[in-house]
C-alpha cells in the first residue's frame, strides 16, 4: 500500500513557475512508475507525465513538453513536478499516482494507476 500527499499548488500569474511535490510512504516507492495527472473543472482527467523507477526516463504530454519537469528523490520518496513558463489553460487539480506495473513501459492511462493523491490546486491568472 502506498499513500501519496502533493504539495505546492497555488495561484500564480501566466509565465511564472510552480514546483509540486508528492511525498510517498511505502518501502517500495522506488520501484514505482510514477506519473502526474490533472483534472480541470467539466473535463476529463488527463496525463502530464510519467517517470520510470529510477528517474531515468520520463514522458510528457506535448502540451507541457519543454515547461514542466518531472523528477524524483527516491532516498526522501519524493516526486517533483517543476512547472515553469505557466499558462492560463494549465489551471487544474493536479494529482500525483504511482503504477505498479513492472514492464517499465511509462503509461499514459489514469485507469492503470494503483494508488493516488488528493490532488493540489494550480491557478494560473492571466
Known amino acids: 500500500q502506498v499513500q501519496l500527499v502533493e504539495s505546492g499548488g497555488g495561484l500564480v500569474q501566466a509565465g511564472g513557475s510552480l514546483r509540486l511535490s508528492c511525498a510517498a510512504s511505502g518501502r517500495t516507492f522506488r520501484s514505482y512508475t510514477m506519473g502526474w495527472f490533472r483534472q480541470a473543472p467539466g473535463k476529463e482527467r488527463e496525463f502530464v507525465a510519467a517517470?520510470?523507477?529510477?528517474?531515468?526516463?520520463?514522458y510528457y504530454a506535448d502540451s507541457v513538453k519543454g515547461r514542466f519537469t518531472f523528477s524524483r528523490d527516491n532516498a526522501k520518496n519524493t516526486v517533483y513536478l517543476q512547472m515553469n513558463s505557466l499558462k492560463p489553460e494549465d489551471t487544474a487539480v493536479y494529482y500525483c499516482?504511482?503504477?505498479?506495473?513492472?514492464?517499465?513501459?511509462?503509461?499514459?492511462?489514469?485507469?492503470?494507476?494503483?494508488?493516488w493523491g488528493q490532488g493540489t490546486q494550480v491557478t494560473v491568472s492571466s
Open positions: 499516482a504511482a503504477d505498479e506495473d513492472v514492464t517499465g513501459f511509462l503509461r499514459t492511462t489514469a485507469k492503470v494507476y494503483d494508488y
Open positions: 517517470i520510470s523507477p529510477s528517474g531515468a526516463n520520463t
